[in-house]
């Protein structure tokens, strides 16, 4: 098990360029089994389970030529679907959530697929029946063999329909969308999820040949096109990254500047960060988080203390909660932190209480954060690291905290965070990977 040791208290300086999005690039990757035709993708993020996923469908017999570390070209005319059925495929893809987003374009093109039960973080209850209810609809059956832990599902003519899902579920919207986009007919999803993982999804579909509108709303349609070809891909840099940078300059007292972040593709993000009383410079597409001795939390308007809570998109995403929630620790003043959609996402909170944060968590969804506006800092101690936002948040309180800190189970935080160590480290953070 890998550790991270880390030497707090430093202040941080320069510049940092965000990775491609973790989660646009796996619903990206999975689209290519779409066409035979080759799809070049750009600015792929060199990460654990960006990386398994295309290891997956090397497996599959799809070809991946790699020239550079961010760039992949795929081409999937000669796919191997009885991989899918192997002992092999259950372990690899049970080690990460986006090989789910394998079934929908896996249906679409070769009317069979198979999920396994998916992994990613244990963050409390992931189920997947938006995914599957969508694919009923829209003609496919299913069981599930409690045998090998596999839904099988099959559609010999998939059909396109009007669905209302039960939830915004982001990659249920990615599998449905992937499935319907060959669909005969034209299908309707309301309350479908529109991050910009998927509006940046339907323009590369749209790119190849497929008919969707309403990319970036809740209602989109989609007519049915009989084939699609190849294309180019672009990622956009990574939101959560972005938000995760902001976090970490604040609490430390570093100046860093983020390149290239796509603002128009961020909503709320910067002014969620803003609420925290972090002050932030917006220069071109680049955010520069001057160093800050005091940030202060807003209160609502009628001075009651704020909450932070997650939603679906354009709403906060509940992948920066737990970064707020530490950037908080060393603000002056209190925030409610509730964090809606996951029920075990919080607990991580004991160990930022063991460093010397006053936190009282109310319940597994909320957690209320008494800022210690720079009285005294938090101390480094011995942890580990319980899922991917959680790690970098306990990164972010061990690179402020005074002494020396030791994370383990990093593996957690390699998933989504390419090569964090040595990026932090030219910024001056004194950080260790250590066996
Ligand atoms: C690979 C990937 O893209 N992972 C992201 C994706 O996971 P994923 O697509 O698995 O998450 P879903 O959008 O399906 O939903 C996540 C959880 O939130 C609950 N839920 C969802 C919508 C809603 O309106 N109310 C509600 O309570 C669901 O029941 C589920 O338990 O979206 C999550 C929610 O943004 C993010 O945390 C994950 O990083
Ligand atoms: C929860 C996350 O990832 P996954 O859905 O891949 O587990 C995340 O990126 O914060």
């Not at 202040?11 to 999005?21: T, Y």
């Not at 007519?223 to 672009?234: D, I």
């Amino acid at each position: 098990m890998l550790s991270f040791e880390v030497n707090g208290g430093k202040k941080l300086q320069g510049e940092i360029i965000p990775q491609g999005a973790k989660n646009e690039a796996l619903q990206i990757i999975s689209a290519v089994l779409l066409t035979p035709e080759k799809v070049t993708i750009t600015n792929i993020p060199d990460i654990l389970d960006v990386n398994l996923l295309i290891e997956l469908l090397g497996e599959m017999n799809v070809k991946v030529d790699r020239p550079q570390r961010d760039t992949c070209i795929f081409q999937a005319d000669n796919v191997n679907i009885d991989y899918l059925r192997s002992e092999d495929y259950r372990k690899k893809s049970g080690r990460l959530r986006g090989s789910v987003m394998l079934a929908g374009p896996l249906l679409a093109r070769f009317r069979k697929a198979f999920i396994p039960k998916p992994g990613g973080d244990k963050i409390g209850r992931r189920r997947l029946d938006t995914h599957i209810i969508g694919f009923e609809k829209l003609g496919a059956t299913f069981n599930y063999e409690s045998g090998d832990g596999f839904f099988h599902l099959e559609a010999q003519n998939l059909k396109g329909t009007y669905m209302l899902l039960d939830e915004p579920s982001v990659t249920g919207t990615a599998n449905i969308v992937m499935a319907a986009v060959m669909a005969k007919g034209t299908t309707t999803i309301y309350n479908a999820a529109c991050e910009p993982y998927l509006q940046q999804l339907c323009k590369m579909l749209t790119r190849m040949g497929a008919r969707i509108s309403g990319i970036g709303s809740n209602l989109l349609v989609i007519e049915g096109v009989g084939y699609l070809g190849g294309t180019e891909h672009r990622m956009l840099p990574d939101m959560i990254e972005i938000g995760s940078f902001i976090g970490l300059a604040a609490m430390t007292q570093s100046d860093i500047t983020i390149k290239n972040v796509s603002l128009e593709n961020l909503g709320v993000i910067p002014e969620k960060f803003k609420q925290l009383g972090i002050q932030m410079d917006f220069i071109g597409d680049d955010i520069h988080v001057p160093a800050q001795e005091m940030y202060e939390i807003q209160t609502f308007l009628d001075g009651s203390v704020l909450t932070v809570y997650d939603h679906p998109w354009p709403g906060f995403t509940p992948d920066l909660i737990s970064i707020v929630l530490v950037t908080a620790t060393q603000a002056k003043g209190s925030v409610l932190i509730h964090q809606k959609m996951f029920e075990s996402r919080l607990f991580f909170v004991d160990k930022l209480i063991d460093m010397g944060a006053r936190i009282i968590l109310c319940d597994p969804h909320r957690a209320a954060v008494i800022g210690l506006g720079r009285e005294q800092n938090l101390r480094g101690i011995t942890m580990s690291s319980p899922d991917i936002r959680a790690g970098v948040s306990l990164l972010i309180a061990a690179l402020s905290a005074d002494g020396r800190s030791t994370i383990q189970n990093i593996e957690q935080i390699d998933r989504g965070y390419q090569h964090i160590d040595e990026r932090l480290r030219k910024l001056g953070a004194d950080i260790r990977r250590i066996s």
